[in-house]
């Protein structure tokens, strides 16, 4: 909380011209409850992240005014929606005006003829797809937090999606959108200026500065999306091996395959499976020299899945495969946004439970620099636990993100004890985030795949993995946000305002 | 090449992979000296003034810390799109998320209790975020874990009101039941002691015995029609039921909002009417008395409570449908979809009998809807919710009958009296008759109901 009381009342006041009584929420557990996202924090700290004030509105009109206001006034303002990424993108830093835009969560339109729905940014892909379920259709945007996630974090984030292997990531199913820049004007981003175009050369290509922004260059309010027929067969099977390596190459031979009705790959490593024996009741009961799993996922008409299923089943094969049956690939598959990471699952060295917040430190990488990156990753955990317990390994995923496997978003799954999270423990986690980072450029990689780099230890390297790119951020914040009012200190964006102006 | 050797010098135990716990672990994992757990836990930062006596906010939050944890820490949120309150508000504040983490903010000194106690009437505790909880879904067998939201709604309520934060339509609502000994219920028929059996007029039931069926407030004194449905229906199994002696209110919504000790009052009260007419067995027609009488009752009682047996009358029909004691012939020529009430689905787990019952109706088509959809559907009728903020179970109750539009029924069948008069108003604009599954299944074996469905003179 930044602003005085008086100026509080000032602002209020103005936002009273644009919005009801009811969508401006001044109370402290409307403020406390909009600060956080999953991504431990020091609890101690959470006054730090409280926002003056927050607002519910429900049109572009609406937000355009809010923006006005606070541009006129120069009050920070963070976007927020499903308030559930990973890099704190919706958390604010410096209070001012929390936009909250859950409440625009309309279908606005549904054109069957050329496969698209338009809809408010509020809204979730799952409620999305109950509806897109009665037409035969779906919106393959399927991330981890699937069942909460909602459209306008995705393009906030530039999300990235499971399957996308197969039908692409936010950035492709998202068509157009209209956006609120920070000074209130609104315009409509997509490929040229349609509404429903998705290939146009005509002029910059602005949709993609306006996706991943992260909040710093304004608000999506309404988006139009790419629909495909809900998939009529899925064939998800699981493949054991004795170690790494086979794994490692199976998911390699997998993915280069070309296979149409590929729609990704996942490589379970070593960590990742002992991770999961922690609780062998919920989880596959596997014998011990099951070291490493991988799955692959095909979706598409039941006579395209089929071959395509026996082709990779041949490849697995002949890479040490051991088939895990339909009964564990068929439900752990269905049951894949949340499986795995569970607060249950943490443990001190010695096998103690403790309630451990989840966290997922990611990077985009090629298939040929997995296995080292994944053992920097997790030498540096281990380096955490060397000195404490509030940090534990949950192992590591590998995710094919493209159709030909090229590139794979990683992750590595820390455990993080969050009522023991001090400043010290707080301090070493920043180091290991900017050494996780350090380790990602070293492997000519990028620092995410999917969350965002905005947040402390990554972020300082943002520059680094950008270069001159970084300038023309910095050029482009203070171009389209003069006073510096879109979630500010986000992204070392302060650095373009000479003085340091911050409201 | 294998992820553990990797035959770097100066590796350790903790540069392979293994599983924290196991009994072949390397003893060296419990060597290492920790520079940051090993404290003991504060209850209160270390602020200066900790000393003082920790506050009712942080006595509270010792208690609940944990439990709120595994929400805090899990941040999956992936309860809010089933929370009935949350879809039609989209308020952030009113989430299973955030009713936990307020637990937290407490026990930091952040929030107190008057701070959050409004919030915490957005709740109809109908469960769906417990079951939705990837702690509760995915690993909660195995560690005996269930995500609370409910208790942790009801224990923050308790706590407001033992701190003297009321919200006023609760406390009236409240004043009023202790008053009367029922809830006060709006209706043709005034609500009082004399008039608790009104609704049986004609039917000539014996008072007290080894089984007594209870009527909750809504059913006695509004949908009259349906508890005459059942006193009929058991009549003609030829099952043996009186009335209780002098049954007052459960105290089920007293403790939902918090009254806990008019709750536990009342409560006493009915447990000691069925002891002076030796009753046993409780048949029970309305799912939030189920609840009481299960979960709230055994914890008052404890020992004391044994050797009363809780008979919910849904699952008894079924069994008596299923025997050949009773046989639906009457067709009813109807297109329904049945409504899983919260505290039968959600909490309870009951689902298939109401369904056996409808299957076994003749003439009826039945456009079902899986109890797992069901989870996030509620009637907005729960939790105290309808008394503090009825414009809130309206919409809840109109996104429901939404959905059952969808289905082209003209008739949702419901199991619960509570979620039937907003389902009923939400049902008009939608054409859409709502029923009870009681009143049904007795039109289906040819008996004049009578009563009232709609708290008028019957």
Known sequence: ?503 | MTQTDRGAGGADALSSPFTPGMRDNPEELGRYVDGIVGRPLPLVDGEPGHDEPPTPEQEFAAEWRNAAYNCFSSGHKFCREVCPVMQVTRNESWTPTAFHANVVAMEKGELSVADVAADYVNCTQCGACELRCPNTLFTGDFYRFRTRTVDVVKAVRALAVDQGVHQEGWRTWNARTDERTHEPVLGDVPVSQEHVRDWSAGLDLPIGGETVLFVDCEAAFYRTSVPRAVAQILRLAGYEFGLMGEQWCCGGPAAEMGYVDQAQRFARHNLDDWRSTGTTRVLVLDPHDYISFTEDYPRYFGDEYAGIEVVLVVELFAQLIREGRLTPSVPVERTITYHDPCRLNKRKGIWKEPREILRAIPGLTFNDVDRVTQWSYCSGGGGGLPVEKPELTAAISERRMEKAAGLDVDTLVSACPWSERPLSAAGEGQDIDVVDIHELLAVSLGIEVGGTTDGGAS
């Open chain 1, 1 to 503: 909380m930044t602003l005085q009381a008086e100026r509080v009342d000032e602002v209020v006041a103005a936002l009273r011209t644009v919005l009801a009584d009811d969508q401006i929420l001044t109370s402290k557990t409307d403020r406390f409850n909009r600060a956080r996202v999953p991504a431990p924090f020091p609890v101690h700290r959470w006054a730090e992240r409280v926002p003056d004030l927050a607002v519910l509105p429900t049109s572009t009109e609406q937000v355009a005014g809010v923006l006005r206001i606070a541009n006129d006034l120069r009050i920070p303002v963070v976007p927020r929606d499903g308030g559930t990424g990973l890099t704190d993108g919706a958390v604010p830093l410096h209070g001012g005006i929390l936009l909250d835009v859950k409440r625009m969560n309309r279908i606005k339109e549904l054109d069957l003829d050329n496969r698209t729905v338009t809809v408010g940014t509020g809204i979730n892909m799952l409620k999305l797809n109950e509806e897109l379920a009665r037409h035969g259709l779906f919106y393959p945007d399927d991330p981890a937090s699937y069942p909460c996630s909602l459209v306008g974090g995705r393009i906030g984030t530039s999300g990235w999606s499971l399957i996308g292997s197969r039908y692409g990531h936010t950035r492709d199913l998202v068509l157009s959108f209209d956006h609120v820049l920070p000074t209130g004007e609104v315009l409509h981003v997509g490929d040229g200026i349609g509404h429903k175009i998705s290939k146009s050369s005509s002029g910059y290509q602005l949709k993609h500065l306006f996706m991943g922004h992260q909040g710093t260059l304004g608000v999506a309010t309404e988006a139009t999306l790419k629909l495909y027929p809900k998939p009529e067969a899925e064939l998800s099977p699981f493949w054991a091996f004795d170690d790494y390596d086979d794994a490692y190459r199976c998911v390699g031979a997998l993915a280069r395959a070309g296979v149409a009705t590929f729609a990704g790959a996942v490589l379970f490593d070593e960590w990742k499976v002992a991770y999961l024996r922690r609780d062998d009741e919920a989880y596959i009961p596997q014998p011990g020299d099951v070291r490493a799993l991988v799955c692959a996922v095909m979706y598409g008409y039941e006579d395209e899945v089929r071959p395509a299923g026996r082709r990779l089943f041949r490849i697995a094969k002949e890479h040490g495969a051991r088939y895990l049956g339909d009964e564990i690939s068929e439900g752990d598959w269905a049951a894949r946004h949340d499986r795995y990471a569970t607060p249950l699952h943490g443990r001190t060295k010695d096998g103690q439970v403790v309630p451990m917040s989840w966290h997922c430190e990611d990077a985009a990488v090629n298939y040929t620099n997995l296995p080292s990156l994944s053992r920097a990753w997790h030498e540096i955990v281990a380096g955490l636990r060397r000195q404490t317990d509030v940090f534990d390994d949950w192992g590591m995923f590998a995710y094919t993100s493209a159709d030909t496997g090229v590139d794979y978003l990683t992750e590595i799954d820390v455990g993080i004890w969050e009522q023991q999270l001090d400043d010290r423990a707080w301090e070493l986690w920043v180091r290991a985030k900017r050494d996780i980072a350090a380790v990602a450029l070293a492997h000519q990689g990028s620092i995410s795949a999917c969350h965002g780099s905005c947040r402390a230890g990554e972020v300082d390297l943002v520059p680094d993995e950008l270069g001159r790119g970084f300038d023309v951020m910095l050029d482009l914040k203070r171009t389209l946000d003069p006073h510096n009012i879109m979630n500010p200190g986000k992204y070392l964006l302060d650095r373009a305002y000479e003085t340091g102006e911050r409201p």
